[in-house]
Structure formats: structure tokens, C-alpha cells
């Protein structure tokens, strides 16, 4: 995506609790002369805070313009990756036009290949049967927040047609009393002026 210096960005990720989120990000500066965006930008970094669904900061840090990070939530729902660039010019001047590249994986597991190939053919079938453990577990955990949010919506949805339901009775008896009133008044209008 594409930003101006010194202006914040925000991404929503809906993430379950106790899940790794790791981000990796490229910031790239339009140059005028090139008209095109450069592949680095030196003396360039990036604020990388964020917020967890209760406006908790789990993560507020200054990195290069190039870099990863990464965050375990402690609660489940929308945590928001706010990222700004660090540029020292006044906003006024700040003109130039940023490349955000960012990759965000929710859930992720790394498995230190370094280790596997120290090991021998059994522990490196060990090692990756436990991350396949891991993965499912994290597959388990993803669904029970899934069905935890579906059940919270059909809720929502049952009691808005419960309310949807009385709000048309209620309009049904004002119409039936305001009908049922008019035609006693029209009656009595005309059998005071001896139309009946």
C-alpha cells in the first residue's frame, strides 16, 4: 500500500488468543528524479505499534525500513498493526510518497531447520510430527474462535428479528386503535351533524 511521510496507516487483523502473529514489512521512497520508487530507503524506519480488542499497547516499537516483528495475542478479536514512518521532516514538507510492502501471518511456527539437520533421521521425524502437532492445535484453536463468533452473531441476529417482530405488532395495534378511533369520531361527527 501507499503512504505519505509521517502518516499512519492501520491494518485490522481478527486474530484467536494465545496465537504467534509475525509481520514482515519493506518500506520503499519515491524518488522525483526517477520518477519510480527506490528499492531501499536509507535513514528511513518505521513506528510499529499495536492494540489489542481492549486498547492494551502489546507492541510499540521503532524499526529500519526494513524488518519484522511479531506479537502473541492474549485475548481473542480485532488487534490493530498501526505502522508510521519516522521521517524528521515537518509535515508540511514531509511530501514524499512511501511503498509499504507488508506480509502479516497469523499463526505462525517457525522450525529451526538448523536443528532438524544437526538431529538424526528419527528425532528430525520427531521434530516435525510435534510441529504438525502444533499446527493442528493451532487449526483447533482457530475454529474454536470461529464457532465462538458465529454463536455470538446468530445471538445478535435472533434477538434484531425478536425486536423486528414486537416493533411490527406494536405498529399493528397503533394502526388498529388510531383506525378504530377515526371511524368513532367520523360517526359521531356525523350524527352530530344529522348526516346518519
Not at 506479537?71 to 510518497?97: D, M, P, W
Not at 501471518?105 to 510430527?129: I, M, P, T, Y
Request: with cysteine; proline share 2%; aromatic share 10%.
Amino acid at each position: 500500500f501507499h503512504s505519505g511521510e509521517r502518516e499512519e496507516k492501520c491494518i485490522i487483523e481478527d486474530v484467536p488468543s494465545d496465537t504467534l502473529v509475525i509481520g514482515n514489512y519493506k518500506v520503499q521512497r519515491w524518488d522525483i528524479h526517477k520518477q519510480d520508487f527506490l528499492q531501499s530507503a536509507p535513514g528511513l524506519g518505521m513506528f510499529v505499534t499495536v492494540t489489542s480488542p481492549t486498547a492494551d499497547v502489546l507492541l510499540s516499537k521503532l524499526y529500519g525500513p526494513q524488518g519484522t516483528f511479531s506479537f502473541t495475542s492474549y485475548l481473542s478479536g480485532e488487534h490493530i498493526i498501526c505502522l508510521q514512518s519516522n521521517s524528521t521532516r515537518f509535515v508540511a514538507l514531509a511530501g514524499s510518497k512511501l511503498r509499504i510492502h507488508l506480509d502479516i501471518r497469523v499463526g505462525e511456527h517457525f522450525l529451526d531447520e538448523s536443528v532438524v539437520q544437526a538431529k538424526d533421521k528419527v528425532n528430525d521425524v520427531n521434530l516435525r510430527l510435534e510441529h504438525l502437532i502444533e499446527q493442528i492445535h493451532h487449526v483447533s484453536k482457530e475454529q474454536n474462535y470461529e464457532r465462538e463468533r458465529e454463536e455470538k452473531f446468530r445471538k445478535m441476529s435472533e434477538e434484531t428479528n425478536s425486536n423486528i417482530l414486537w416493533w411490527a405488532v406494536v405498529q399493528t395495534l397503533i394502526l388498529i386503535s388510531i383506525g378504530i378511533w377515526q371511524i368513532k369520531s367520523l360517526r359521531d361527527f356525523f350524527i352530530a351533524k344529522k348526516l346518519v
